[in-house]
């Protein structure tokens, strides 16, 4: 008798329901000829599928199970916090114990907002230092993703400095034409643009350690001069650590420069 495949069945499903049968690109398999594989729980390290395979966890949720799975100390935390109720949407202490556990690690931190996804967080911090330094052009690079912000889905083309190329359909290039997107870790093409354009620029936003493109890491010399330009020219340095903060080291990727 033939095994059910419980996975594939479950996708059968998931595509009546979701665009493409899941809820992120990267959860799809298509482009590597496969089929997604349904989880149905997770232990420390390791993750199994609806039909019982084990397999090692590399990915932790993308990020936040870095304890690992069903790790007994969170559960109990967890536990006795929702016994109290699972959400308010309102103020509460443990939103300012957690900020101050955070601004502990982060002591550049004078304040913080919390939002719910990094796309909220990039496209909140884009408009401050829009707000704050009354200037539009933003200077993005290559092979960095900071969510699905239509200002910032941009790609490099050709030449030095692409303008208004939406790299996503459905993105009109009005809404693209202040960002500028540069070669990652190429200070010098950095330096000239700022030189032609430095009184246009609002903010610069980087992956300090660049996840999204096989993990590269930044030249110390990269990332110090973006610093010193900033200053220079009175822009905004947007270091997205959505993914490299609490991970790569405590405080944050800047702790290795």
Request: glycine letters at 8%; aromatic letters at 8%; hydrophobic letters at 35%.
């Amino acid at each position: 008798m033939q095994k059910i495949n419980l996975s594939k069945k479950a996708f059968s499903q998931s595509k009546k329901m979701f665009p493409g049968g899941v809820n992120s690109p990267v959860r799809a398999f298509k482009n590597v000829n496969s089929l997604p594989v349904f989880i149905k729980k997770g232990k420390g390290a390791y993750i199994y599928d609806l039909d019982g395979n084990k397999y090692i966890d590399y990915i932790g949720s993308w990020g936040p199970m870095i304890l690992g799975h069903a790790n007994k100390t969170i559960l109990k935390s967890i536990e006795k916090t929702i016994k109290n109720s699972t959400s308010f949407g309102a103020p509460t202490i443990l939103e300012t114990e957690m900020a101050k556990s955070i601004k502990s690690i982060f002591p550049s931190m004078e304040k913080m907002r919390m939002t719910s996804s990094g796309t909220e967080a990039t496209m909140s911090a884009i408009r401050l230092a829009r707000g704050y330094t009354n200037k539009d052009k933003i200077i993005k690079f290559e092979g960095c993703y900071h969510g699905h912000v239509d200002s910032l889905l941009v790609n490099a083309g050709s030449g030095a400095a692409t303008f208004g190329v939406p790299s996503s359909p459905g993105i009109p290039k009005a809404l693209t034409k202040n960002t500028v997107c540069l070669k990652y870790n190429d200070i010098n093409q950095v330096e000239k643009y700022f030189k032609k354009n430095g009184k246009e620029i609002a903010c610069v936003i980087i992956e300090p350690i660049a996840g999204n493109m096989n993990c590269v890491i930044p030249s110390k010399e990269f990332i110090k001069k973006l610093r010193i330009l900033c200053n220079q020219y009175k822009s905004i340095l947007i270091f997205d650590e959505v993914m490299t903060g609490f991970r790569v080291a405590r405080g944050g990727s800047p702790r290795n420069f």
